[in-house]
């Protein structure tokens, strides 16, 4: 199976099964003397990590992250100073309970990459649905750690901004609250009544939808380049091979479908301080494939989580029509733990962008 690379300059390879022994990356074109610890890497993937509230999986994994390699001590602190050499990281699987899936060694659980795995491969790992499970997504939220730091002064986050039909108000919309409720939400009503909504879902043994909103500020005119290397293209490219990613949007995204030229026209000053003013950001900051010094905005629908208590219809690999019942413990809502891989996922397609820029650019 191969296709576990993403990044040209800063190339992130992920390895590991949600039921093996451990997870782990190879961060590879990490420029050197970045300070970094295993602390800070840690406190991205505490966002991400399982069992935090009744509203995700109860999993319990800690996710303990180790820095194995390409880092030299840089004090007693716990820094760790890149050497430009392949940062590998690793974390130990220690919740998993593989008798929760023997049910579905031989069935295909709709919504699950079940038939299509083995359609390909011809062998698939039933436990935990082996590869395509997004405990791999717990390593991508690590490399994004190591990616935070090549663009440093570069701000990246994320939000739900819709959980099922339920929408939060943008005029409500505050950072400070998205830490501050078990759904990233920075409406902190809308957050109130997400949680009875949730709740009714999760007891139901049903999931629900979300969309999630990242956000990059800080991001300097120039990353990108045309055509085959749109800073959006791969922005686009790098959310959707997230777990359940069903649509990825850029600024207005579909939006801009409904609207006039006159009113999805970014007007541009110019400031005081010499720079240009756009006036709105209908185009999440991306004109041409290339930053234009606004803040990058994406959107990406996560679909429900397939596995559920309601009794669907599926096959088995003998072809006999049956009916499942997806048992395991699981995320009502996947989109709420999609908040943290999301930001990651932006923060190293701007890592890759940044180092890819400074080799396009005259002196
Ligand atoms: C953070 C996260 C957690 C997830 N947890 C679950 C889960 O508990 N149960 C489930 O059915 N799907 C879960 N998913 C989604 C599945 O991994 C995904 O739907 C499945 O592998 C099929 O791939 P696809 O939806 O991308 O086509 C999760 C996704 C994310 C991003």
């Known amino acids: 199976m191969s296709h576990n690379t993403f990044g040209h300059l800063f190339r992130v390879t992920t390895w590991g099964e949600s039921h093996g022994a451990a997870i782990g990356c190879v961060v590879d074109g990490c420029p050197p003397q970045l300070a970094i610890s295993e602390a800070e890497i840690q406190t991205w993937l505490d966002k991400r990590r399982p069992g935090q509230s009744r509203f995700v999986t109860q999993r319990q994994e800690p996710d303990q992250v180790r820095v194995l390699s390409g880092v030299m001590a840089g004090g007693d602190d716990g820094t760790l100073i890149t050497t430009g050499t392949p940062i590998a990281l690793h974390i130990d699987n220690v919740d998993h ?84 409720n078990p759904f990233f939400c920075p409406d902190a009503e809308a957050a109130t009544h997400w949680e009875p909504y949730l709740d009714g879902i999760r007891k139901a043994g049903s999931s629900v939808g979300a969309v999630v909103e990242v956000i990059a500020e800080g991001v300097p005119a120039g990353l990108g380049a045309p055509i085959y290397g749109k800073l959006d293209s791969d922005l686009a490219m790098a959310l959707m091979t997230i777990n359940a990613v069903k649509g990825v949007e850029i600024g207005n995204g579909f939006g801009a479908a409904s609207i006039t030229g006159e009113e999805n026209a970014d007007e541009m000053r110019m400031g005081n301080d010499g720079q240009p003013v756009f006036l709105s950001n209908n185009a999440g900051g991306i004109l041409g494939g290339i930053s234009s010094g606004q803040p990058v905005v994406a959107r990406f629908a996560v679909k429900p989580t397939s596995s559920i208590l309601t009794p669907r219809r599926t096959i088995n690999r003998a072809g006999e029509e049956i009916e499942i019942v997806t048992k395991g413990r699981h995320d009502p809502c996947v ?29």
């Open 97 to 180: 309970r593989s008798k929760d899936y023997s049910d579905i060694e031989s069935r295909y659980r709709p919504g699950h990459a079940d038939y299509t795995y083995e359609a390909k491969y011809g062998i698939r790992d039933h436990r935990g649905g082996g590869r395509s499970s997004a405990r791999e997504t717990a390593m991508r939220v690590a490399a994004g750690g190591i990616a935070r730091k090549v663009i440093a002064g570069m701000t990246v986050r994320g939000a739900l901004v819709q959980m099922g039909e339920h929408k939060i108000d943008r005029a409500n919309w505050d950072w400070d609250e998205v830490d501050r």
């Open 335 to 363: 989109g709420i733990r999609a908040v943290p891989v999301g930001e990651a996922m932006m923060a190293c397609v701007l890592a890759d962008h940044l180092l890819r820029h400074r080799a396009q650019i005259a002196e």
